[in-house]
Nanobody, 125 residues
Framework: QVQLVESGGGLVQPGESLRLSCTAS????????ITWFRQAPGKEREGVAC????????RYADSVAGRFTISEGDRKDTVYLQMFSLKSDDTATYYC??????????????????WGQGTQVTVSS
């Protein structure tokens, strides 16, 4: 079982930036597909950014493409979500999820059984 912890959320104004971190305890995430999801109150959970295992190919939801970037840190236990030009619609709890040895990015939450506890992002004036 993979233990994942998200961090980096907070309160920011529209147009500002945040970088979220997803860190595995004692695991090398290079062997895992990693997907960032988000869920706002009253809304369904949606995938926003994905990085495939090994190849590290990426995929983004249309709502965040061009503003969000998923990347891997120098240490392979951490994956980041860099968020630029944040909007009020980006307000949500953000979760990272991991699946081993999957070469194709997936936004289907049913494909994942390892999840972090989430970090809150609030975008407001």
């Amino acid at each position: 079982q993979v233990q994942l912890v998200e961090s980096g959320g907070g309160l920011v104004q529209p147009g500002e930036s945040l970088r979220l971190s997803c860190t595995a305890s004692g695991f090398d995430l290079a062997n895992y597909m990693i997907t960032w999801f988000r869920q706002a109150p009253g809304k369904e959970r949606e995938g926003v950014a994905c990085m495939a295992s090994f190849t590290r190919g990426t995929r983004y939801a249309d709502s965040v493409a061009g503003r969000f970037t998923i990347s891997e840190g120098d240490r392979k236990d951490t994956v980041y979500l860099q968020m630029f030009s944040l909007k009020s619609d980006d307000t949500a709890t953000y979760y990272c999820a991991a699946k081993p040895s999957d070469l194709a990015c997936k936004f289907d939450q049913k494909a994942f059984n390892d999840w972090g506890q989430g970090t809150q992002v609030t975008v407001s004036s």
